[in-house]
C-alpha cells in the first residue's frame, strides 16, 4: 500500500530554518516525481517545489515565493523526500503536503497527511 | 503564471442532484488540468487528470470535460460523501496552479 507520512512540522521563530521529511512505503521515492504543496489556514492550495525522477535527472523546480529558501531533495537509501525550509517568513506558516507525481505527468496522485508549520515570535 | 478561476465559489445542492463546477484557465492549457477534492481536515484527492481520465479508483459518477481554457467537473448524482472542495489545477507550464476552489455544500 503507497502511503507518504510527513514529520518535522512545528512553530519556529521568523528567519529559522526547518526541515520537513516525507517517508514513503508502497514504493520506491526515486522513481516518481515528488511535490510538496502547502496550504494557508482557511485558504486553498499552493505549489511550493518539485523533484524529478532519478531517471529524469532529478531536477528541482520552485515556486518563486520560496525559490532561493526552500530546497527540497531525497535520499533514496531511507526512502524520504525532504524539504528544507530557511529564513521562513510568518506568509510560510501553512500546512504541508508530500505528494507523487504517479502519472509521471506532474498530476499527483497520493498525499500525505501533512505537516503543520507555523511561523511566529 | 496561468490563472485559474473557478465558478461558482459555493454550490448548494442535495444529494441525488447533478452537480457542474467550471474552471476558466488565463491561457490555453491544452487538456493538461487535473480536478482534486478535499474533505474538511484531510489531504487532497486526485479524481480526474488530463481534462477527462478519472484516476484510479474513482467513481463513474464524477466526469471531466473540456480543453484550452474551458473545463468543467461534474457530479452526476450526488452522494453524500461527495460533499467538499474542488479544486482545479494545471500542469502545462510552471508554475503549477491551482483554482480558488468550488464548495459543494447540502443544502
Known amino acids: 500500500e503507497v502511503q507518504l507520512v510527513e514529520s518535522g512540522g512545528g512553530l519556529v521563530k521568523p528567519g529559522r530554518s526547518l526541515r520537513l521529511s516525507c517517508t514513503a512505503s508502497g514504493f520506491t521515492v526515486g522513481d516518481y516525481g515528488m511535490s510538496w504543496f502547502r496550504q494557508a489556514p482557511g485558504k486553498g492550495l499552493e505549489w511550493v517545489g518539485f523533484?524529478?525522477?532519478?531517471?529524469?535527472?532529478?531536477?528541482?523546480e520552485y515556486a518563486a515565493s520560496v525559490k532561493g529558501r526552500f530546497t527540497i531533495s531525497r535520499d533514496d537509501s531511507k526512502n524520504v523526500a525532504y524539504l528544507q525550509m530557511n529564513s521562513l517568513k510568518t506568509d510560510d506558516t501553512a500546512v504541508y503536503y508530500c505528494?507523487?507525481?504517479?502519472?509521471?505527468?506532474?498530476?499527483?496522485?497520493?498525499w500525505g497527511q501533512g505537516a503543520l508549520v507555523t511561523v511566529s515570535s | 503564471e496561468i490563472v485559474l478561476t473557478q465558478s461558482p465559489a459555493t454550490l448548494s445542492l442535495s444529494p441525488g442532484e447533478r452537480a457542474t463546477l467550471s474552471c476558466r484557465a488565463s491561457?490555453?492549457?491544452?487538456?493538461?488540468l487535473a480536478w482534486y477534492q478535499q474533505k474538511p481536515g484531510q489531504a487532497p484527492r486526485l479524481l480526474i487528470y488530463?481534462?477527462?481520465n478519472r484516476a484510479t479508483g474513482i467513481p463513474a459518477r464524477f466526469s471531466g470535460s473540456g480543453s484550452g481554457t474551458d473545463f468543467t467537473l461534474t457530479i452526476s448524482s450526488l452522494e453524500p460523501e461527495d460533499f467538499a472542495v474542488f479544486y482545479c489545477?494545471?500542469?502545462?507550464?510552471?508554475?503549477?496552479?491551482f483554482g480558488g476552489g468550488t464548495r459543494v455544500e447540502i443544502k
Open positions: 523533484i524529478r525522477s532519478k531517471d529524469e535527472g532529478g531536477k528541482t
Open positions: 489545477q494545471q500542469r502545462i507550464n510552471w508554475p503549477l496552479t
Open positions: 505528494t507523487r507525481d504517479g502519472y509521471n505527468a506532474w498530476y499527483f496522485d497520493y
Open positions: 491561457q490555453s492549457v491544452s487538456s493538461y
Open positions: 488530463d481534462a477527462s
